[in-house]
Each structure stands twice: as C-alpha cells, then as structure tokens.
C-alpha cells in the first residue's frame, strides 16, 4: 500500500477563493508527522506547513493551514485566498519513526493553477 | 547565497560514465538527504545520512553511492550512468529532530544518453 496518496490530478482554483488539497496517509506508527512543500515551475521545493500526529489543533501558516483528521487519516492543504504565484506542484510527506530509524516519503504531488 | 548548494545544476552523460554530484549545506545541519524526482513519482530518497559516519540506504539506492566528507558535504556518485538514471536530484538537510523540515537545495538535473 502506498504510504502517501495524493488522487487528484490537477487543481483549478479562482484567484482569491479558498481551495483543498488532498492527502491520506497509511501508517500503524503512533508518532509521526505530516509536512506539505511547494513546488513550483522553477523547480525548488518549499516547505510550507508541519502538523505532528500529536498535535491537539490544526497546524496554521499565513494562508495556509492543515486539515487533520487523524481517524481518517487525511492531511488536506488548504490554501485560502489563492494568489496566482499559489500555482505550482504541491508535495504531501510522511515522517514515520524515530532518530536513525526515521524516514520521509512523498506522495506523488498536485498540481494547482490559479486562474485570474 | 543559498543555504542549500549543489553543482553542478545541469548534466549530461553518456551512458556509462561515472559522474558525481555534489551538495554543501551552511545551515550546520547534521542530516544529509539525496532525493531523486520523476514526473508522476514524486520524490523517493535514494540515500540518507544522520551525521559523518552515518550512511544509510533510501528506497532506491541501487546504482548509487554517498561519500559525507564532512558534516556540510554528501556527494552523490552514479559509477556507471545508465539513461533511467535520467532525472531531477534534489540534496536536502534538516536538524536532528524528528519534526524538522528538509530544506532542499536547487536541484541537478541531470540526462543520461
């Protein structure tokens, strides 16, 4: 099973309106944590937002925030009030295990476009 | 200047070469990743190491080595290209806890023909 499913095929989202990314994770570790980066067609990638399986509220960052629902094991990306620099490649990862034993492993991406 | 380093930022070989890759980090990171991207994979860790004398095999690690020549250096070495190799290789870093981001360097692509 893969770790990390990322569906949707590509993204439109309105400039200025909100938009959901998806992401479900597959893990039987009691400790882990969830990372979303950007990636957009210049091709570095940014880390954009962080959230802890146990962390008690949603991680936030700006626009930014992270839909956890640790039963159903999803991590969604929200971006709310889209900017057309938003549009780019959007990578949801998994750190599972601990010190040496700890290993992250990505999903194979979103890509989002912003229309004007 | 970045905080992430890797050269060269563009390569191409021919099949068979042995070429290196190199990555230098200022951020005084202890955890040094290698990463390759393909359009529709993602991202898959091919080596990673916790400190200078630790060496640890990623996901797809085959045909591939790591040298960490000091804490802010871990370079990359096909011994001997073959075009699937053909690719985007991201280095990154992070510090030694376990919710710490990496931070990635610019990325090499690098073409194998």
């Known amino acids: 099973a893969q770790k990390i499913t990322q569906t949707q095929p590509g993204m439109f989202v309105q400039e200025k309106e909100a938009v959901t990314l998806d992401c479900t994770y597959d893990t039987s570790d009691p400790s882990y944590g969830l990372f979303w980066y950007k990636q957009p067609s210049s091709g570095e990638m940014i880390f954009l937002i962080y959230q802890g399986s146990y962390d008690q509220q949603n991680a936030t960052e700006g626009r930014y925030s992270l839909n956890f629902q640790k039963a159903r094991k999803s991590a969604n990306l929200v971006i709310s009030a889209s900017q057309l620099g938003d549009s780019a490649m959007y990578f949801c990862a998994m750190r599972e295990g601990a010190g040496a034993n700890s290993k992250l492993?990505?999903?194979?991406?979103?890509?989002?476009s912003v229309r004007p | 200047d970045a905080d992430v380093t890797q050269t060269p930022r563009n390569r191409i070989t021919k099949t068979g070469k042995r070429i290196m890759l190199e990555c230098s980090q200022t951020k005084g990171h202890d955890r040094m990743y290698w990463y390759r991207q393909d359009p529709?994979?993602?991202?898959?860790?091919?080596?990673?190491?916790?400190?200078?004398?630790?060496?640890?095999?990623?996901?797809?690690s085959d045909g591939y080595s790591v040298s960490r020549q000091a804490q802010a250096k871990f370079s990359l070495s096909l011994e001997s290209a073959i075009p699937n190799q053909t690719a985007l290789y991201f280095c990154a870093t992070?510090?030694?806890?376990?919710?710490?981001?990496?931070?990635?360097?610019?990325?090499?692509?690098?073409?194998?023909?």
């Open chain 2, 94 to 113: 992070s510090l030694g806890t376990d919710n710490s981001p990496l931070h990635f360097g610019n990325g090499t692509r690098l073409t194998v023909t």
């Open chain 2, 40 to 60: 529709g994979l993602g991202l898959r860790l091919i080596y990673y190491s916790f400190d200078v004398k630790d060496i640890n095999k990623g996901e797809i």
């Open chain 1, 105 to 112: 492993t990505f999903g194979k991406g979103i890509t989002l």
